[in-house]
């Protein structure tokens, strides 16, 4: 059924223009000053968006859902994980496959295309961990960036002996993402001297969540962001540092950057708003806020805002990867190395940045789009389909109400998590009415799309 969105303030990464949205046949096929809903077919839908933001669909590009860690496996599933991010206008994901060492890649691709195909209610795509990388990898490799649309990779540079990968092989692996036109993104910390610090910790009696942070301070997550670019720089592979958490991260990527590097950075969510006294709560609730790189000091959040408005950080994902506290981050209580890692946040995000970015004066509403869409879209291949408003583009739009109050609950969550990382914070702004590929799919915090209604998005390399 066509769709007219009227009377809204269309915000692009560049632009705000007042204009009506027309669309069909599931593609923007107009955008003007005013469309006559008298002109447009029989049966046509409009939306009235008077005092309304418009957005492109938002794109999280740093995704968990499926993920065994630790051993347990993240308590989301794909229909409530996308859920969430649907009712929080998150019209794309792209999740993370992370197999085991021993796995072979197509077989996770498989595995991870199973579980999506059956249960994603938005669109979706990937990127690939490299765990392993041995001869048959690379055979394997090779084919799903070929056939199946696979143009981003993911390594750790941390998490010894399960997902860290070795300088022997980060070499090759970089020359293969360079040849192939694949971007490789990378958690970047040192897992030899987590792990020594780890060790030092527990042996001391230092077994609480609080000394999560100091196992893996700002200097190893620094020290990570210059490896990773030092064998950038050597093979000019393009690479992607996720979840950046402090100044000091960034500043090694913005140096590398001007020696020529091509490096893009990404924050998410937890970093801007959370600090480490979360972690530090007492009664074990501090296993709530354990994720990695850990939440850091408070004085971290003004240069990561400043580095999203002038734009040397281009994206803001999550890292959501939701387990229980119950029954899961309580797997810990012995030793901080065991709370499974992450904060749920696919579904809060965007008013994440909203309050605490845009309604703060820290970001301005261009510069949102930017980091939580257009820029997702440019460095994974997927724009201009995705990540604008614009004629020809998927009619992925989300109708913003920038005046709503509240606050942030576990009781609103569609993520299956027992507990909401933002209990009780001030939000303001929601995601009034969420459209994919023309169809409402959400409506005030509820979801009303159609089940398993996402579809999965094969990317061209374009590095």
Known sequence: MPLLIKNGLVVNADSQIRADVYVEDETISRIEPSIDLAELPAGTNMVDATDRLVFPGFIDP?????????????????DSATQAALVGGTTTIIEMICPGPDDEPRAAFETWMGLAEDGANCDYSFHLSVVRFDALADQQIRELVADHGVASFKIFLAYKGALDISDSNLIPLLELARDLGVIVTAHCENAEAIDAMQRRLLADGKTGPEWHEPSRPRSVEASGVNHLCTFAELTGAHVYIVHTSCKAALDEAIAARGRGVNVWVESVAPHLVLDHSY???????????VMSPPLRDAEEHDPLWKGIADRSISTIGTDHAPFNFGDQKSMGREAFTAIPNGIPSVQERVDLVHTYGVDAGRIDLETMVDACSTQAAKIFGLFPRKGVIAVGSDADLVIYDPSFEGIFDVADSLSKTDYSGYQGMRRKGRAEVVVLRGRTVARNGRFVGEAGGGRYLGRTPSH
């Open 62 to 78: 740093h995704v968990h859902i499926n993920l065994p860690f630790m051993g347990t496996n993240a308590i989301d599933d794909h």
């Open 279 to 289: 972690a530090e709560r007492p009664g074990f609730e501090g296993a709530k806020f």
